[in-house]
């Protein structure tokens, strides 16, 4: 049972316990008192931990490489290789090694995902520039 439905149940739970106590305690003559609800919010147990409750961290966005600097990209064999690229300008962004090229359209950033099936350390490069941007390392498994 997540933690969602067990603070769903003991709300539930909670607003039966209300309900028994007024209708069993409305035998007695209180039509002068003054009518309370009264609503409780469940605290989580310290001692519980919640499986189903395991933050799921936020992935990181894949690395931007872009003029003016190389980036270092470092993987291993049989990885998924994953980068973003942007240019000013248009211009073709290239791997070697893998021989994969895309066009680039100024200030788009484009996404590169390919898998990391060769291993050793390669150039990236903005093709018509001849500008290196990156490195692509892939180790051996």
């Known amino acids: 049972m997540s933690r969602a439905q067990r603070?769903?149940?003991?709300g539930v739970a909670a607003v039966i316990a209300v309900l028994a106590?007024?209708?069993?305690?409305?035998?007695?003559?209180?039509?002068?008192?003054?009518?309370?609800t009264s609503q409780t919010t469940p605290t989580p147990t310290p001692d519980e931990p919640?499986?189903?409750d395991t933050p799921t961290p936020t992935p990181e966005p894949p690395p931007l490489l872009?003029?003016?600097?190389?980036?270092k990209l470092r993987f291993?064999?049989?990885?998924?290789?994953?980068?973003?690229?942007?240019?000013?300008?248009?211009?073709?962004?290239?791997v070697h090694g893998y021989d994969i090229a895309r066009d680039l359209e100024p200030g788009k950033v484009v996404t590169?995902?390919?898998?990391?099936?060769?291993?050793g350390i390669f150039e990236i490069e903005y093709e018509h520039a001849g500008e290196q941007i990156g490195q692509l390392r892939v180790d051996v498994k």
């Open 7 to 10: 603070f769903i149940f003991l």
């Open 66 to 71: 872009e003029g003016g600097k190389v980036t």
């Open 112 to 119: 590169m995902s390919f898998k990391g099936d060769i291993t």
């Open 21 to 36: 106590v007024a209708l069993i305690g409305g035998d007695k003559d209180e039509s002068d008192a003054p009518t309370t």
């Open 76 to 94: 291993t064999e049989g990885d998924t290789v994953t980068f973003r690229v942007v240019s000013d300008v248009p211009e073709e962004v290239h």
């Open 50 to 52: 919640d499986p189903d």
